[in-house]
């Protein structure tokens, strides 16, 4: 409130970046540049210099696609931009593995958690309304903690009493495998619909509820994923074991929280001697934001809330 410019700089900044790259692409194009930092480029009959600039060149088409889109403005009226950047997206990827079948496109969990899903959060979190979520705070956590554990589990236990039936033939997939893959599918992600919402102008708390809600899950199905998964490496399971993992499950997310309070305080008061070098104030924003994240994560606990 005490430097408005310099408020006013930082918001133009990132309204650029986000005008550019948008959420939409960036979630639905993972796959897309997944292709381009992950694959086994040292199988490619080619010089391994050619492909360094596979990954600005992922970007500059993203950018260009989004340009496409903003010129042309019948069509994604008549075929959504999350549909056209999928099919984008897969027809890029099929390019990469036609080069070279023996050795398709793979995709490294490290890959997706440290550099693809925190510029996600980031851009999710930045344009966030910040005064109706904090009011509906309260219900936005009981849809994203409760409405996820009983999603996941439910998932979990109607699947594992599908794989009794000796018909499937599934009798060896156990009760926590169940349970790891429904942690990974609770999680909704309602882009379109709230893409809709936008369009129409819903009602602010509905969109704000379910916005939230999306924001938050993300941070309960990795805490819940990494539960499962550790259960699943265990040979034999105690009820101390139980009660731990419960209580880990809100130190991560807690620990997190408290994590992204402390750091924000830092930037705030960093912030306050940049008003006569705005141009760094964008950097601070980003950098501070991904600190956070990476801080998180080294302790293990939720880089998403952080």
């Known amino acids: 409130n005490h430097h408005p410019g310099k408020a006013k700089s930082v918001r133009l900044s990132w309204f650029f970046l986000h005008k550019i790259l948008g959420s939409e692409g960036g979630r639905l194009l993972l796959f897309f540049f997944s292709d381009f930092t992950t694959a086994r480029f040292s199988s490619f009959s080619f010089p391994p210099r050619l492909l360094w ?4 060149v992922g970007f500059l088409s993203h950018c260009i696609l989004h340009l496409c889109f903003h010129l042309y403005h019948k069509l994604p009226t008549i075929v959504p931009e999350s549909c056209l950047l999928i099919m984008v997206g897969l027809l890029l990827g099929g390019i990469i593995f036609g080069v070279d079948e023996k ?26 309304p910040t005064r109706p979520f904090f009011e509906n705070l309260g219900t936005i956590f009981w ?69 939230g809600e999306s924001l938050l899950n ?38 997190g929280v408290l994590i992204g309070i402390f750091l924000g305080f830092i930037a705030a008061f960093t912030t306050r001697f940049t008003h006569n070098i705005r141009v760094i104030e964008p950097l601070f924003v980003f950098l501070y934001s991904y600190l956070s994240y990476i801080t998180a994560e080294m302790f293990h606990l939720s880089g998403i809330m952080a």
């Open 53 to 56: 600039p596979s990954v600005p």
């Open 103 to 128: 050795s398709p496109p793979a995709m490294k969990t490290d890959v997706f958690f440290l550099y693809l899903l925190p510029p996600i959060v980031l851009d999710a979190g930045y344009f966030m």
């Open 143 to 211: 849809y994203a903690v409760v409405g996820t554990l009983w999603n996941s589990i439910g998932i979990g236990v109607s699947l594992f009493g599908i794989c009794q039936i000796e018909a499937f033939g599934l009798s060896d997939i156990t009760l926590l495998q169940n349970l790891l893959f429904g942690s990974l599918i609770s999680a909704v992600d309602p882009v379109a619909v709230l893409a809709v919402f936008e369009n129409i102008h819903v009602n602010e708390q509905l969109y704000i509820l379910v916005f």
């Open 218 to 255: 993300d941070a309960v199905t990795v805490v819940l994923y990494n539960l499962f998964k550790s259960f699943c490496q265990m040979k034999t399971i105690e009820t101390i074991d139980v009660f731990a993992g419960i209580a880990n499950f809100f130190v991560v997310g807690i620990g």
